[in-house]
């Protein structure tokens, strides 16, 4: 028998063996799968940084309507991402994931050649569909690129990596705009690229379903159109008249309401209503709502307040985001034993918590003089920690009270319930800051702002605490049943 030292030599004469192509092949795909989830994320918020440099670069814009960058590209995002997990369903995840990339690049680069404010908003929405193909479908490859051991890593770093873009895309947009605010796009070209032309060799191929049905498209369009009205009266409540604001507001209404009886008679409903009736289900969307409200209100505000108020560039405003987006993967690593010992949806109160703490720091100390360390660091880094926690906690709190058969549809459903909650929280953000004229009231628009962003965060944070409870008692329910029968 060889001796420990024989070993020992053997071991560094004879390293181990290089990663088999099979290895090569699952470790790029995870890279491709990764890049286009991560840009789809990524682009929700990186405009914000470049909005007041975008606003000098384009005659006749403004801020409100250069808003609908934002929120045009998350309100299509949300409606058609459900139809786009079906269409992958019959056409391949695979097809539909390269045509959504191929669709988002080049998109980018219409974005990127822009010259007003109608051309960039049309070319986000498209932006926005080849996005939609990108979100539901990543997850779904993933599974199949890791069908055995690893696959709870790759998916819990492939949530972190997504659930982290928007707020990295304001650090990112932030450097780029130090070149020009066109390589906020420009820079996903060769990213895009590359993942299509490596996506077609790595990428697992599975059969598609000749049974996949298309959901009711006409309630993707009901879904857009009720939104989009409901953010047109938020952005333009500063301008407009009390009549046409309600009148507006009142024609949402109507559409919602039709759009709620298509879901309840359809064959095939964009939203399936009886999933709605879970309680849990139904506590972590609303939960999920007011959380993506608070954070998107919360990064559009930062950089608002650094470039309006104090007078940043934008660059330095995304640097003074960076000691929140340190905090973000070492809370990642941190969030599973706290999932663990707490249950997701405390922890998603705790998270929602530390960001509603952030915000409301800001709201009493922030001042028209600039103070980064002792006013907006304490924020940047309690959202860095809460966010991180309670996005990563959050779909494990929405699909607790479902069925095995109902995750991929109730993902869906709160994937779209985020996206809608960040286009809000950008618009009513706008609405409360108006047009503000001297500096002092500038920063009681702001403080406005950030009270219904604290009280959006902590309603969050008190509903999943609700939910936690409701789970707790119903698997003790489960418990008594199971023992009663035992018995």
Known sequence: MASTKDQGVAAKTHPPEAPTADARKTRLAFLVISAGFFLAQLDTLIVNVALPTINQKFDGSSISGLSWTLNGYAI???????????????????????????????????????????????????????????????????????????????????????????????????????IDWRWLFLINLPVGIFAVLAGLKALPTEPKSANGSIPDMLGAVLLMVTISSITLALVKAPEWSGARIGGLLAFATVVLAYFVFRCSRHKNPLVSLPLLKVPAFAMANVSALLYSISFAAVVFSFMQWCQDVWGWSGTKTGLALLPGLAIVPIAARLAAPIVARIGAAASVAVGCGALTVGVSWWLLTAKVEPQYVQVLLPGVVLFGAGSALAITALMQAATAGLAPTEFATGSAIVNMVRQLGMALGVSLFIALLGTSSTPDAERTAFQHGWLLTAAAGGVAALVSLGLGLWLRRATAKTAAKAASAAA
């Open 76 to 178: 299509v995002l949300a409606a058609l991402m459900v139809p786009a997990g079906r269409w992958a369903d019959r056409f391949g995840r695979k097809n539909v994931f390269l045509i959504g990339i191929g669709v988002f690049t080049l998109a980018s680069l219409l974005c990127g050649v822009a010259t007003n404010t109608a051309f960039l908003v049309a070319a986000r929405v498209l932006q926005a569909v080849g996005a939609a193909a990108l979100v539901p479908t990543s997850l779904g490859l993933l599974l199949a690129a890791y069908p055995g051991e690893g696959r709870a890593k790759a998916v819990s770093l492939w949530a972190a990596i997504g659930g982290s873009a928007p707020a990295f895309g304001s650090l990112i947009g932030g450097v780029l705009l130090q």
